[in-house]
């Protein structure tokens, strides 16, 4: 997935909670949100107005919220565990690595694989 077509599908699933959201899906719309806030706080500072960021925060509020959510379920782990960055530290840095990590191959208990399955290669065997 690259850049626009993860805006396009975190913003579309804007509250959307249920399902799996790939590693890229997620980084992206990450990187999105920052860019997103470093130009509000340009805009705020040059204006003077000190209002754009907070806006723009709370309208990405609930897709990053919901994308966060997604990505845990790509690693087949309940959305709670979003709740581990309440904890300073130690709880950002277990939510880190597990956005980090490979999700499940094939399906699980949230949904289908967001990732194609790999196409098969002749005369190549999978590996058990």
Same mark, same amino acid.
């Given at each position: 997935?690259?850049?626009?077509?993860?805006?396009?599908?975190?913003?579309?699933?804007?509250?959307?909670?249920?399902?799996?959201?790939?590693?890229?899906?997620?980084?992206?719309?990450?990187?999105?949100? +920052?860019?997103?806030?470093?130009? /509000?706080?340009?805009?705020?500072?040059? @204006?003077? &107005?000190? !209002?754009?960021?907070? #806006?723009?925060?709370?309208?990405?509020?609930?897709?990053?919220?919901?994308?966060? +959510?997604?990505?845990?379920?790509? /690693?087949?782990?309940?959305?709670?565990? @979003?709740? &581990?960055? !309440?904890?300073?530290? #130690?709880?950002?840095?277990?939510?880190?690595?597990?956005?980090?990590?490979?999700?499940?191959?094939?399906?699980?208990?949230?949904?289908?694989?967001?990732?194609?399955?790999?196409?098969?290669?002749?005369?190549?065997?999978?590996?058990?």
């Amino acid at each position: 997935m690259d850049f626009g077509q993860s805006i396009s599908t975190c913003l579309s699933k804007y509250a959307t909670f249920s399902g799996r959201a790939s590693r890229s899906e997620y980084w992206w719309f990450v990187l999105f949100s +920052v860019l997103v806030s470093f130009g /509000t706080q340009f805009l705020d500072i040059f @204006l003077g &107005l000190f !209002l754009l960021n907070l #806006i723009a925060s709370l309208a990405l509020l609930l897709p990053s919220l919901a994308v966060g +959510v997604r990505r845990l379920h790509d /690693t087949d782990r309940s959305g709670w565990w @979003l709740l &581990l960055l !309440l904890i300073p530290v #130690i709880g950002w840095i277990v939510v880190l690595v597990f956005n980090c990590m490979r999700g499940t191959v094939g399906p699980n208990r949230f949904g289908e694989d967001p990732l194609p399955a790999p196409a098969a290669v002749p005369g190549v065997q999978r590996a058990a």
